[in-house]
């Protein structure tokens, strides 16, 4: 019987027996040639990559009563010699390296760690997983394009002040402070949810998102409002036109136009309902006669939404037909037309003097008043307005009161 041919347990026992560490492979049944150096010997085997023969060395040493033999190295591919064997051999006898296995087992060890670490991909794997997350797309590109290549094998606790520096940077060259503010708010959105689940430790440090004045309110004028209520007339695609007509009319988002079916009308009452709007809860706000008037053109569309996508599904991304009307109806570059006709909305209610803050809250449906705060200065303009107005009122009565007085005194006189 060859020796390979003895039962693995057999040759397990035999080593415990002779006081042979169990670990270590058995030796290949070939001719074992010794060196000069005590613990060492070779084998003749042929090369891996050029079939030549060559050396591969070997050691044998003790370690807590067990002996030890193990692979050192081959002599052309890992240019081992004798007396480098020997000094690995001695290294390992005083502890100062470790076997072979110690560092398989350390290499697998270290393998599962990594393979069980909630790193920043993996929390964002999971972090996904979770229901009615809005702006998904938009996160998934930000994840994708910035902070998987920056910070995606890295656990939160492994991540340093310098690494986010290093993305804002890098960012600011070619994108806006706002997207760089929202990539960072996602990193730290998916730590915190880490965090909460108690999978990863947190960051070491406060992430500071860069400060960003989005106080803007993309107003239109008398005339540009005009030329885009003249293209959503001609326009071909009518489903679109009303959509605008209706974030025009209501100020709803462009999420919740996407959203709305037929079964969130109310027609009895007068009422449209956002389900799972911006702020979170669902709200309803009034349906006015104009966008009465535009639902009612929608109707009959054989679709569970009022403005569906092909085959009558929800509608993904609309965005080429609104541009394609923004642009024909010559509306400033920077101008999202969902958007900003829900700023539109805002900023002619404010600035006509007589819907107070709150109520336009209401509308809004702001979670906070201090959303609404941006269009304080229509709604003051327009009040400072009246003021003047009835200034100039009470001037031109107060003129003719004395005017008539006059005319008493002169008749009287005669």
């Known amino acids: 019987m060859t020796y390979r041919a003895i039962p693995g347990n057999f040759i397990n026992v035999l080593g415990i027996m002779l006081g042979i560490d169990e670990r270590v492979r058995p030796m290949p ?12 010997f070779y084998i003749e085997s042929a090369a891996l990559r050029s079939g030549k023969s ?10 807590d009563g ?30 100062r390296q470790p076997s072979n296995r110690d560092r398989r087992a350390a290499d697998k060890a270290r393998e599962q760690q990594e393979r069980e670490a909630w790193t920043i991909s993996r929390l964002w794997r999971e972090y996904q997983a979770q229901k009615s997350l809005k702006g998904l797309a938009q996160d998934r590109s930000r994840f994708d394009n910035y902070l998987e290549p920056y910070f995606g094998d890295k656990e939160p606790h492994q991540i340093a002040p310098f690494d986010v520096d290093r993305l ?48 803007t309110t993309e107003d239109l004028t008398a005339e540009e409002l005009s030329r885009l209520l003249k ?6 695609d009518q489903d679109i036109a009303n959509m605008m007509r209706l974030a025009l009319f209501t100020g709803m988002r462009r999420g919740e136009l996407l959203n709305l079916r037929w079964t969130d009308l109310d027609f009895d009452r007068g009422f449209i309902l956002l389900r799972d709007p911006k702020g979170g ?25 009022v403005f569906p996508g092909r085959s009558g599904k929800k509608r993904a991304d609309p965005r080429r037909s609104l541009n394609r009307i923004k642009e024909r109806a010559g509306l400033p570059k920077d101008f999202r037309p969902l958007h900003g006709l829900r700023h539109a909305y805002a900023s002619i209610l404010a600035s006509s003097g007589q819907v107070d803050l709150y109520t336009l809250q209401k ?48 008749s009287g006189g005669r």
């Open 54 to 63: 060559e050396k591969v060395y070997y050691i044998q040493y003790r370690r």
């Open 363 to 410: 509308l809004l449906t702001h979670k906070s008043p201090v959303m609404t705060q941006r269009y304080a200065h229509l709604r003051d303009e327009a009040l400072r307005r009246a003021s003047n107005l009835a200034g100039e009122l009470i001037s031109a009565n107060a003129g003719q009161e004395v005017q008539a007085a006059d005319l008493e005194g002169t």
């Open 281 to 305: 809860r669902n709200q309803t706000i009034p349906m006015s006669d104009a966008a009465r008037s535009v639902l009612e053109k929608q109707a009959g569309n054989g679709s569970d939404y």
């Open 168 to 215: 804002r940077v890098q960012m600011l060259k070619t994108k806006s402070r706002q997207t760089v503010k929202l990539t960072l708010a996602l990193l730290r959105r998916i730590i915190r949810f880490g965090q909460r689940k108690g999978l990863c430790r947190p960051l070491p440090f406060q992430l500071e998102l860069p400060q960003v004045n989005n106080e």
């Open 231 to 236: 293209v959503l007339d001609e326009d071909h």
């Open 29 to 40: 049944a070939k001719k074992r040639f010794k060196t000069k150096y005590p613990g060492v």
């Open 66 to 95: 067990k002996l030890i033999e193990e692979k050192a190295g081959r002599q052309l591919q890992d240019d081992m010699t004798p007396a480098r064997a020997a000094r690995i051999r001695g290294e390992r006898i005083e502890g």
